[in-house]
């Protein structure tokens, strides 16, 4: 399962809400933080996620695949 949660963050002195997504599998869970400020994005994609069962191999070359559009 798939979830995103936001954090604050501080760039330059600057706060802002960055959005983190968590994927929970059998053997733990893996977090990429920060992915993106656009937290409708960050929820679609995890819908996706979710939608497409996607397997733990496979979580960080889809995360990048997001990140670059």
Known sequence: MFKFMGNTYESD???????DIMGNF??????FCDISRNKD???KFVHKLNDSD???IHFQDV??????K
Not at 13 to 19: D, F, N, V
Not at 26 to 31: L, M
């Open 13 to 19: 002195g600057c706060s802002y809400t960055g959005y």
């Open 26 to 31: 059998d053997d733990g869970d893996i977090t």
């Open 41 to 43: 994005d960050v929820e």
């Open 54 to 56: 996607v397997d733990k």
């Open 63 to 68: 995360v990048d695949d997001f990140l670059l």
